[in-house]
């Protein structure tokens, strides 16, 4: 019996499982990939991310970072042609390094990984949870408490609720050529002519990347050519080849930014709890709901037989400022831009 299981180790599973373990407690956590594992993402640290990161795993080594290491910020190109540059260093990392160094430090805090292990389903029982996983065969586990951070388009909420994840999907490509656009800043773009979402331009060392979130998948690619076709002839856009592509998702964020924390025993965090900030930055809020979840899940086990109901209550206290900080940032992209005007 474990005492609380971990359900994916990007930022939001890594925070959680390093400060339970640092705490103590026989922590398992599961990743369905082997690490280190690709997660489509821009991989931009804002100060906030770098901050929370710092406090709880360390100096981030140089050896997860790509060029330009610091992003000056945003400029932020609305439908009206206006932009907004918000100017605050970032860090750029490889993802797949980065979430492999945080769960190196979760390790080394003493949570045991289980990697290429897919949990499928979550049961809760009078004083446990039995978690069906899939590592090749199919077998169970117990554990006192369940975090789940399998991310946008986690199988354990999909599975307790019964509802279908609500996605905003990504496409980006990876390409070599030049563009008259300032590489120092991740640049986006809300003209619903080039996407039904964002579209985005950054540099990872030596690639050019073009990126559109789009609501309908089928569109993807159309959207992504025509995005290509306005920094062509706004910025002079050459493209000599793209060496890879990506599909991701996101949470669909609606008005009111309504998260799900979870149920009983079964706690939710990063963007399998619906965390999602404004073009795309989660980092940030998976950090801090990982954080939250496990300080709940401590004082849980603080209490008198075990109380389950202040698990989800203590949760929800912990992450009222998180819960507000998105509610403001959705606010502010919505005097920005009237496609996102719902957000208001
Ligand atoms: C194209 C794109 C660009 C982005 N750019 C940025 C950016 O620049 N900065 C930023 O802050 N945010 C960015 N984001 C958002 C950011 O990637 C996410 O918000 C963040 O990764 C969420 O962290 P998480 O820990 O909740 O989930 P994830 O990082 O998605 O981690 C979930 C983990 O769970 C594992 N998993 C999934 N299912 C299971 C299962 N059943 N069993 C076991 N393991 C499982 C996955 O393999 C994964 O390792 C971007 C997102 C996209 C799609």
Known sequence: ?????????????CMTAKRLADAGYNVLLVERMKIPREK??????????????????????????????ISKGIIITNEENQTFKFESDSLNVWRSLFDEWLTLKAQNAGAELRQSTSAISCKEK??????????????????????????AGSIIKKNLFKNPNNHVFTYQTFCKGTINLDNNFFHAFLDPKISQYDAWFNVKDDFLIFGVGVKEPAKMKMYHSEFLSFLNSKFNAKIESCVKE????????IPGCPVNLGTGRILFA???ANFLNPIGEGISSALASGYAAAEAVKSAYKTNNFNVKSLIDTYNYNILPEKEYMTRQWAILANMSSKFSYMK
Do not use: W
């Open 40 to 69: 489509s993402c821009s991989g931009i640290l804002i100060k906030k991310s770098i901050n929370m990161i710092e406090n709880e795993f360390g100096k981030i080594p140089d050896s997860v970072l790509c060029k330009p290491y």
């Open 270 to 272: 990063g963007e399998a």
């Open 246 to 253: 990506e599909v991701g998702i996101m949470p669909n964020v």
């Open 1 to 13: 019996m474990y005492d609380v299981m971990v359900i994916g180790a990007g930022p939001a599973g």
């Open 126 to 151: 009078q004083d446990h949870v039995s978690v069906k996983l899939h590592d090749g065969a199919i077998y169970e586990e117990k554990t006192r408490i369940v975090v789940a951070c399998d991310g």
